[in-house]
T-cell receptor, first 114, second 113 residues
């Protein structure tokens, strides 16, 4: 079945440093979504990427979707303590039979030291 | 509040108990999902309901039984669970065909003793 791998599993940064997490799918994706889960919280939708090579920005966050639609990345510039949490990518399989069904990566846990 | 309400927030149950988790959304979404989140593991899809019809049962043991009486409500009935079933159970909903992703509930933290 479809697998979505995410690296690194953990990332510790000093406040102000940049952070990047990478996501790779074993199959071509229809779209990819990113979620953030604060400690003790639930996943919250950040963004969806659909087009090959797409790049989207949300303030200090930059999201990219690979040309082959099998990988993606999330980059945070100048991290802040409010960025702490687990970042998940989730892919929708292209041509999948279950419309809307996402496969989640295992997440990257980000800690930010002030 | 996320728009997706899950009750109870916490549940401790014995292995012989029967309990139910409830999920409710009034966002007009037409798909609902149950996910299991265990420590150090990816979110595991359990069940998918599109337009109230179950379209996916992701090899979930029969001690978990979903019910979707209408497009706004989703239940997960639990019976004779095992300690390894202890986890955070998350409900999510989505409007299929839209450009927005899942809206998750706050989850039910389940402990099986």
């Amino acid at each position: 079945g479809q697998q979505v791998m995410q690296i690194p599993q953990y990332q510790h940064v000093q406040e102000g440093e940049d952070f990047t997490t990478y996501c790779n799918s074993s199959t071509t994706l229809s779209n990819i979504q990113w979620y953030k889960q604060r400690p003790g919280g639930h996943p919250v939708f950040l963004i969806q990427l659909v087009k090959s090579g797409e790049v989207k920005k949300q303030k200090r966050l930059t999201f990219q979707f690979g040309e082959a639609k099998k990988n993606s990345s999330l980059h945070i510039t100048a991290t802040q303590t409010t960025d702490v949490g687990t970042y998940f990518c989730a892919g929708l399989n292209a041509g999948g039979t279950s419309y809307g069904k996402l496969t989640f990566g295992q997440g990257t846990i980000l800690t930010v030291h002030p | 509040e996320t728009g997706v309400t899950q009750t109870p927030r916490h549940l401790v149950m014995g292995m012989t108990n029967k309990k139910s988790l409830k999920c409710e959304q009034h966002l007009g979404h037409n798909a609902m999902y149950w996910y299991k989140q265990s420590a150090k593991k990816p979110l595991e899809l359990m069940f998918v309901y599109n337009f109230k019809e179950q379209t996916e049962n992701n090899s979930v043991p029969s001690r978990f039984s979903p019910e979707c009486p209408n497009s706004s409500h989703l239940f997960l009935h639990l019976h004779t669970l095992q300690p390894e079933d202890s986890a955070l159970y998350l409900c999510a909903s989505q409007f299929l065909g839209g450009t927005y992703g899942y809206t998750f509930g706050s989850g039910t933290r389940l402990t099986v003793v």
